[in-house]
């Protein structure tokens, strides 16, 4: 089963307000557990050298292992990219009802 990337995109934006909120919700987790994880671990090895325990793929099982036991900085990661969709959609709502209010 093959699914193009323009199908799935023209699925979302026909879908109902909640399932594209999940799908935004689960592609913002995706990208905190999948892709941010190696984001930050070449961030720091250009910045600060090499990772103290060795290899990426080591890096990513302590990562793993701060989820499971469960550190709260580890979980932001993961939740980070939604959360900060939820922030710029409260400061662009805040922004709307400011220039809305009349001038007293």
């Known amino acids: 089963m093959s699914v193009s990337i323009s199908a799935l995109i023209s699925r979302v934006r026909g879908a109902?307000?909640?399932e594209r909120e999940l799908w935004l919700a689960g592609a913002a987790v995706g990208f905190g557990l999948l892709v941010l994880p190696f984001?930050?671990?070449l961030a720091g090895s250009?910045?600060?050298?090499?990772?103290?325990?060795g290899s990426v793929w080591l890096y990513l099982l302590d990562f793993l292992?701060?989820?499971v036991r469960p550190h709260l900085a580890y979980w932001l990661i993961v939740f980070g990219p939604y959360l900060l969709v939820l922030?710029?959609?409260?400061l662009l709502a805040l922004?709307?009802?400011?220039r809305q209010?009349?001038?007293a």
């Open 101 to 103: 209010t009349p001038a």
């Open 39 to 41: 984001l930050i671990y």
């Open 65 to 67: 292992k701060g989820l």
């Open 16 to 18: 109902p307000r909640q």
């Open 46 to 53: 250009i910045t600060l050298g090499p990772y103290e325990s």
């Open 95 to 98: 922004r709307r009802r400011i």
């Open 87 to 90: 922030l710029l959609r409260g």
